[in-house]
């Protein structure tokens, strides 16, 4: 129980071994499947949740334990609006509702998300197996506003056909893009992840000639080889700091869909030491910069949901701090998209639905 828990360590102070805080399984290496959960905390349903958190990583290490192979992984994220329901500790300096976007043509809509589970293997059963028991655990305590199970599909590609994820940083670049520094003492060893559910239109896709799709994308469909097209999905995508040096983010998105329901889709998953790279890939994305009013994937992918969560690092869940207030709501602070100061925060809720009409089908532009 969370409760029961020895006397927490600051994030950012060094551990006894001398190493910095222990990071969550962010930087886990590309796995062939996946399932990822978004919930909101029910009134009341704090403890609950905290006891699941600080249990999780035993939960992981007790499903993936006789598939040594499977490479299980989880990385839970923290919203905005639950931040303050569930510690009494210091907020991360850059965690905020998604902010959404609208461009001349297309939107990305904020949706509702106070937890994300981020569960990935080599085998489905492992990852659904584990979310068997987080849901087991939550079940009464928490609202399922989306669920997505992803694949790995053909050589790595997504169901546009281009392979997706070839720039990802690797090794100390990975880390450097990834996770929280000094910057940010009491948080050191987290992240910042936005996800993003993106529905394909592939019927309008398929009927564009190979070169038309390619020139879209900024990448050769067969070799994916980068082409010099400045107004590509790959160009408007890569941000630059202001020495000039590219700024990156770690993906793990995910194809998924139903033939069945005519349903096929990326979800998108980007983590972060800092927000602001992300959302200012999306904002170019949706609306534009000088080579391109937006990205013309647009026309052929939706977003129909977007959220942002702070990742705490794995030292973070190891030693919870306490509730604040005795285990009341919180007074979240003001900020966009949030209440007013003075007015409690309750967890959004939807009744399970996003409000954004039936997921199990496409959505055209």
């Known amino acids: 129980m969370a409760g029961n828990r020895r006397r927490r360590r600051r ?46 990583p035993g939960l992981r290490r007790s ?40 461009g001349p043509r297309h939107h990305a809509p904020a ?15 492992l990852c659904f197996l584990l979310a068997s028991h987080i849901m087991d655990r939550l079940r009464g305590a928490v609202t399922l506003e ?34 929280i ?19 394909h239109d592939l019927d309008a896709w398929n009927t564009l000639p190979v070169e038309a799709q390619e020139k879209i994308i900024g ?6 080889v980068e082409l010099d097209e400045d107004a590509s999905h790959v160009a408007l995508n890569t941000i630059t700091g202001p020495d000039g040096e590219e700024r990156q983010i770690l993906r793990d998105n995910m194809p998924f869909g139903s033939p069945g329901r005519g349903e096929f889709g990326t979800y998108f998953i980007g983590y ?36 942002l969560f702070y990742v705490p690092s794995a030292d973070f869940l190891d030693d919870l701090p306490p509730l604040p207030f005795g285990g009341q709501a919180a007074v979240i602070p003001s900020a966009p998209g949030e209440p007013e100061p003075g007015v409690l925060a309750p967890a959004p809720s939807s009744g399970g639905s996003l409000g954004i009409g039936n997921l199990n089908r496409s959505t055209t532009p």
């Open 272 to 307: 972060a030491g800092t927000p602001e790279v992300t959302e200012q890939m999306l904002d170019t994305m949706f609306c534009g910069n000088g080579s391109a009013p937006y990205d013309r994937i647009l026309d052929f992918s939706t977003a129909v949901t977007g959220t």
């Open 146 to 179: 989306d669920e997505v199970q992803g694949f790995k599909f053909q050589d790595v590609r997504d169901l546009l056909g281009f392979v997706d994820g070839t720039e990802n940083p690797e090794g100390a670049a990975a880390k450097a893009a990834a996770l």
């Open 11 to 56: 994030p950012g102070v060094t551990s006894d071994s001398g190493s910095g805080a222990e990071p969550q399984g962010v930087l886990g290496p590309l796995t062939s499947a996946a399932i990822f959960l978004v919930l909101t905390v029910d009134p009341g349903g704090e403890e609950r949740v905290r006891d699941l958190l600080a249990d999780l």
């Open 111 to 125: 949706t509702p998300g106070d937890l994300l589970f981020h569960l990935r293997a080599t085998r489905l059963d």
């Open 181 to 199: 520094g000094d910057e940010d003492p009491d948080h050191t060893g987290g992240s910042y992840v936005i996800v993003q559910k993106y529905l």
């Open 219 to 224: 990448r050769r469909k067969a070799s994916n």
């Open 63 to 102: 499903v993936g334990f006789g598939v040594p192979g499977g490479q299980l992984s989880s990385v839970v994220g923290i919203g905005s609006q639950a931040w303050d329901r569930l510690f009494d500790y210091p907020r991360p300096a850059q965690l905020h509702p998604f902010r959404e976007l609208t």
